[in-house]
């Protein structure tokens, strides 16, 4: 009898929807005016600033006011500055091309979730970012980062930039923590803004893309119970996440794995699982922005309780 040749092992069919049709979302009012598109401005070294300060170069930072001669901008911890336009290089706000913008999360103090295996938060989105900046190479005109290496920046410093390039989307990436419990799917999820029309299409977009690529990763899974594409409101009726109640665009927080499970840190610590999330990100930007994908994988979120508001005697130090 010839020898039988091995069957090949079958690729997993992806889904292509995750449902959620139905849910409907509240829809919510902005609370507070946008700012004027001015754009941004990089600083290509050490710059003085008017109060006789110092900025590190490489920063990436919102023009609030001044003149094309002294921009006065936002630092990273939300002081406004002066800065002599010689020590600058300009991004204009968004036009008749597509500008994205991609917020690794936390960053310097702020360390995020830390996994079992002492792997922070702020530096493994940090470098899913720069894969998914990768990925968006030639697929959409410009690509800004809210921070390209370690320090910290404020949620109004985050949204101001945002709103000041006028982005046509912008995805700050997390990983999660403190889930509900083990799931048979991956648990990740989404947050979408109340306040903006398109929030719900942006958060099933982005949901849908992560989404479908970790149901070709093996298990274990945790998650919440709820886990999905969803919205979260406050006790005041607007969104609950500063960074999508401070922002006037696109705005949307995806938490694709749990750091604190050792098994999904033991994936997003592999480079490819890295490199597949950025891309992952980067194909949800480009559906959004110019598809009318409808995305999938909403969900309705069961009710939690605020955060606990304990004072803040944290200092914000600019680098």
Not at 92 to 107: F, M, R, T
Not at 186 to 215: K, M, N, W
Not at 218 to 239: I, M, N
């Amino acid at each position: 009898m010839a020898p039988t040749s091995p069957r090949p092992t079958p690729t997993p069919s992806l889904p292509q929807s995750f449902g959620g049709e139905d849910v409907r979302w509240p829809r919510t009012a902005e609370s507070t005016t946008a700012p004027r598109a001015l754009g941004a401005v990089v600083t290509l070294r050490v710059a003085r600033t008017g109060d006789g300060g110092t900025l590190a170069a490489g920063l990436t930072l919102p023009r609030t006011g001044g003149s094309a001669a002294a921009p006065v901008v936002m630092t990273p911890c939300g002081r406004s500055v002066a800065l002599a336009a010689r020590d600058l290089r300009v991004i204009a706000p968004s036009g008749d091309d597509v500008l994205v913008v991609i917020d690794p999360s936390h960053g310097g103090p702020q360390l995020g979730a830390v996994a079992p295996n002492g792997d922070r938060e702020k530096d493994r989105v940090l470098q899913i970012a720069l894969e998914a900046r990768t990925a968006l190479a030639g697929r959409v005109g410009r690509v800004v980062l809210t921070r390209e290496r370690d320090y910290e920046e404020t949620l109004g410093f985050r949204a101001a930039l945002v709103d000041a390039l006028r982005a046509d989307a912008a995805v700050s990436v997390h990983l999660n923590a403190s889930p509900d419990g083990p799931r048979t799917t991956p648990g990740t999820e989404t947050f979408g803004s109340t306040a903006d029309g398109e929030g719900r299409r942006f958060s099933g977009v982005v949901y849908e893309r992560i989404r479908r690529y970790l149901q070709t990763l093996p298990g274990p899974w945790v998650g919440d119970r709820d886990a999905g594409a969803k919205y979260r409101v406050s006790a005041a009726g607007r969104d609950y996440y500063g960074l999508l109640r401070l922002a006037h665009r696109p705005f949307v927080i995806a938490e694709s794995l749990y750091l604190s499970s050792p098994h999904e840190a033991a994936l997003v610590a592999r480079p490819d699982v890295r490199r597949a999330l950025g891309t992952a990100i980067a194909d949800a930007l480009v559906a959004f922005t110019t598809t009318a994908a409808p995305g999938s994988g909403w969900v309705t979120p069961y009710a939690r309780p605020a955060d606990p508001n304990s004072p803040d005697r944290h200092v914000c130090v600019d680098p």
